[in-house]
């Protein structure tokens, strides 16, 4: 009597430090859905929730992850403290602040010491749905399929470029 | 037969991201010294050892300590992070860092999510010192005496100000 | 015959440098009041009341503050002069400014020099609500009731945290 | 029996944070010797001297002062605090800080509150200088001999600049 | 058969860079309204009329003017201008400017090299006020009536600043 | 007769803009030596050789590259050039640049729009190290002994960290 | 048999590196409309469209163009790519980005390394009209006619300023 | 009887603002020299000498000059001063600043308004090279002999990138 195969965990988590930044996040997600990648979205706050975090970033390689993406903002965290308690891959996307429109993100992101990499990407939604096409790259070194649908979205979005203005 | 008294936990907790933050930081042992406040000073890396900052974070308050100084450059976390894990007050010092001369530092420290304070002082030596200063007037809400020696530091301050440059 | 206990000031003091800045500090109050520490809100401009200015910082002990927060906004120099003028505890809350967004405010209050220390929040409404979490921190130190009113909050803050984005 | 004549007040009164600030604010000095017009120079620190800021502020008119010079680093609120305890013109020099070159000290300095003016100049040596220049074109409104001098120094100035780089 | 008196020139001059500075620099010519400074108030564009503003800036003196007011956004390059022909004090206003929120018009502003000073007031409408009030301050040098209504002004400033927050 | 293996082409490409960017770059270099990634450095010019750039950019995948590191400085195009010719993953190194301390170098590399990520590291050495670390962490998700030295590496370095300062 | 004359190509290139920059860019078409210069406009994306870029800046000596205004917005790296593959005179347009206000672009297109020039201009509208005048300039180096529509337009714009504020 | 030939005028003017620019810009100087492009260089301080400014700029067509470079650190209004009395392409450098390492002087020189233009290069030396090469590019317009050493120097200059760092 055959069992149903053992579902497969997606791999790529998408997390973000609160609620309000899901507009920003969702980028991230239509971007892999786009490209036929499964994904995970949670809320994980550094700050509000310390023991998600830990449990979500050391769990995170059982739980079948390859690639997690994490966005927040202000002083920002949760990118580089998931980093620091897993291996796999990080890419942080610094969400538009309020005062200082993602300047504090950005730095709070990208300027980890030596160590701990976060690949960070541009502040707000095209950074978000960048982290989307740079898990999928990453995920593409092995996987043949995807990086033939990633070279076609490359395609296809050149040729959508009108000639002219208009 | 009369016991030892058991010996009295040390009120405030240095930490700091890595032995290069020590010359930093030291300003806020000097100043604890001072003031006659006891202190322990310990390495914390949020990033390097994150379980290191749990077990600190979460086990302070059991320790003793009364309030916690943290400092830390660049992508500093690890304020915030101890902030997360404990309600005592958290003052963080952001340390001068080499391409950004601490405004990574200090964004990363000062700007922090409603809901989890980081009491933050200046870039720098003079915001290591401010630390001790700080936390000793915490403890001085409930200790005379060390008000009493923390108005008289104040005092000699004022008065060692020299009424004209030389 | 007995007499009636002599009213308990209130331990905390918030000051702000013009009604302007009562939006961004009333998050203090709230904080505050969800916390059951009392508090007394005052507008002292260190620019346009310099008397008033003077006669809250030195007063402040006497009145029986024990920690004060100071909010404002622009070359915010509120919170430096009260902390030059008392021993205790000062937190300030850099006012979002118009042209330059509180980068202005931040600067001109967290760059204290070593001798008179100011624990500096975030820019606007985050740091104001956390100045208020912070004090609450500090009377802590010497409350254990407020300690574990303050843990249930952070608690329920904790749990507040949806699971997943919607 | 004739009396001597009083001693007249020097009409500038150079003021300044602390000790460090002086080889900075020498060059407001050295501007209005070159000028002929008197200054007395003295430290008034507004964050560890505060009764002397009051002191020196609201005396300043008292002691015959016409225009004065203030220069600070980092949260710079001496100018601004003088300022706002006396109606006299005040310039402020932000001298050059640490950590951030001196743009805490601009930004603490000329972001003033519409109300009490602070007329700022560069940072650093060049904002002294010119903090002694524009004080003597502030006298020299009413002091015909004065503005002669000071067109002369202007007239050599020009007269000193090269027609070719060597 | 007697003359009328010569009428006398208004002592400050307020030039600005284009008609869209106006509503800015409207400030400095209120608060001369409430002062009873006389001021005269035009376009003079450093950079589209640069003749204008050397005639401007070279006849000031003979015009009568004792201060020289001047506005301007982005590289705003009319105040230093105007000071370089004039010995007379030019109090500069950083206009708020678009995409850069005035730091560009502050810094070329502020940053005048060792020589030709500009007293630099705020950015925007704070500014315009203080450049207004700081030219008052410069007249009451020599005019004690002015600095009378210059003290009642400041007395009914301190005065009407409420005690609470509403 | 058994032919010799095919060599097996580096997974790793350095590439920066000059000579200069090396000094930095060897950081990137280092880390992968010590995690047994191959790797091949070379100089590629966005600016000064765009043809090198083109054929780089475009053979990478054919040149058997499973990631690409790409360091520069100043207006800092060759991430993003390379990225957005291949869909390999593409790290950025910001070099710290002379006037702006590598503010302008981060920046240019990554406020990529919506389409073409670079995954950009800190500033400077540790960028460029942790670029390394993130091109090991991205190929260990098809290596599983390389996610093995990586683990390894990171409990070294976690263990490395002193308790105490000294 | 007489043949037609063959058209005359435009001597002026507006790139941009997308439909939303055209707004912006809009005002170097006008600009140039006013001036009586011909240009062709165009969208070539450095990064959606790399062989576009390619093509372009090296055919754009052989099309006929003279000068070329490239606009572009965050890493803005149209300007100086196609200043890399053209030894015409590239005019780099800053277009203001949504979260830095234009900084990022500013600083991606000016800080160019020696040895490829862009002639950068203000960030936004300003910068795109002061482009399509500097190609006009440039151009009237070798075409007395357009100096004198030059040297008319400027006349006119010069007596277009207003006396005085309204 | 033949008569000598009139002595052709230099076509590239180099201003700068004080003998302090002439390291910086002796870049531009040399980078001309090496295209064979005859350069007449100056000290023009807009500040300190108007009246040789005024001169300059409105007899540089007059001169013989097609093209200006303007060099200046600090409130860098020399660039900005030429271009609005001269109709000629003017190119300008921001000279490395003390305290802002050129941040004032970029943002003075570049954020000019719609109407008068200023090719705005890199800060510092490598912005001064450029400026010689822009200008060298403008003439090459009209000059095709200049152009055909324009485009040896970019083929050596790609020649001479190595393959590998070393």
Partial sequence: MSEAPAPVAPPVAIVMGSQSDW???????AMLDKLGVAYDARI???HRTPDRLVAF??????????????????????????????????????VQSKALS?????????????????GTLAIGEAGAANAGLLA????STGDAELAERLKTFRAEQSASVAERPS
């Fill in 57 to 94: 970033a050391k769990g995170a390689e059982a739980e079948g992850f390859k690639v997690i993406i994490a966005g927040a903002g202000g002083a920002a965290h949760l990118p580089g403290m998931v980093a620091s308690m897993t291996h796999l891959p990080v890419l942080g996307v610094p």
């Fill in 136 to 139: 999928a790259a990453i995920l």
């Fill in 102 to 118: 993602g300047q504090d993100s950005l730095l709070s992101i990208v300027q980890m010491p030596a160590g701990i990499p976060v």
């Fill in 23 to 29: 507009p920003t996040m969702q980028r991230a997600a």
């Fill in 44 to 46: 994980v706050s550094a």
